[in-house]
C-alpha cells in the first residue's frame, strides 16, 4: 500500500473506534496531537523500506532508510509484525512520556491510543496485499487476505488507487457526515469565543 493509503486507512479505524467509543472531554491539543500521532503511526511500519515518507527527504539519498532497513531484517519483516508493532507501541509510549512536559495539555495516553489504531490499521490493510505480513513473527509465515494470492491487491495499482483509497475517503466523510453535531460542538467549545 501507498502512503497516502496507509494515512487514509490510519484515521479511518481511528474514526470508527472513536464513533464506537467517543471521548468525552478531551482538549484540542489532544485531538490535534493525537491526528499526527496516529498518521505517523499509520506509516510507521514502512520505516523498514529505503522509499519510505520517513527516509525519502533526508540527506545522504536514503542511505540511512537503507542501512535500518536492513537492520529490521528488510521490507515486510519486524516492522510488519505483531512482536514489531508491540515495539513501536513501547517506544511511542516512551517518547510521549519524554514529550510529555512540553505538552501539559495532551492527554498522552489517548495519543498513544491514536498511534496504535494507526499501527494496527498498516498491518491489516498490508494483509490485503500481494505480499502478505509475518504477523505472528519469529514464525516466519505471511498471512494474507484473501488466502488467495493472486485475489489480493498490488500496492500502488489500479486496485488500490481507483478502488481502496477513494473508498477510504469516502467512508471517512461518511463518518463526519453522520457525526458532523458532535464535531462542530467539538469545535465551538475548544475553538470558538
Ligand atoms: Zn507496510
Do not use: C
Request: net charge positive.
Amino acid at each position: 500500500m501507498t502512503g497516502r493509503t496507509h494515512d487514509a486507512a490510519a484515521i479511518t479505524l481511528l474514526g470508527i473506534i472513536l464513533v464506537a467509543h467517543p471521548l468525552t472531554n478531551i482538549t484540542l491539543a489532544t485531538a490535534v496531537v493525537g491526528f499526527i500521532a496516529n498518521q505517523i503511526g499509520g506509516i510507521a511500519p514502512d520505516i523498514d523500506q529505503p522509499t519510505a515518507p520517513f527516509w525519502r527527504n533526508l540527506p545522504a539519498e536514503g542511505l540511512l532508510g537503507k542501512f535500518v532497513g536492513k537492520l529490521l531484517g528488510g521490507h515486510r519483516f519486524l516492522t510488519h509484525s505483531l512482536l514489531g508493532a508491540g515495539l513501536l507501541a513501547y517506544a511511542g509510549h516512551w517518547l510521549l512520556v519524554v514529550l510529555q512536559p512540553i505538552m501539559p495539555r495532551v492527554d498522552i495516553n489517548a495519543v498513544w491510543w491514536a498511534f496504535v489504531i494507526g499501527v494496527a490499521s498498516h498491518l491489516i490493510m498490508d494483509t490485503f496485499t500481494k505480499e502478505g505480513v509475518p504477523w505472528l513473527l519469529p514464525i516466519p509465515v505471511k498471512f494474507g487476505f484473501p488466502p488467495v494470492k493472486a485475489l489480493r491487491i498490488t500496492t500502488g495499482k489500479i486496485v488500490e488507487v481507483a478502488l481502496i483509497f477513494p473508498g477510504l475517503i469516502l467512508l471517512d466523510i461518511y463518518l463526519v457526515a453522520t457525526h458532523y453535531n458532535a464535531i462542530v460542538s467539538f469545535i465551538h467549545t475548544h475553538v470558538g469565543s
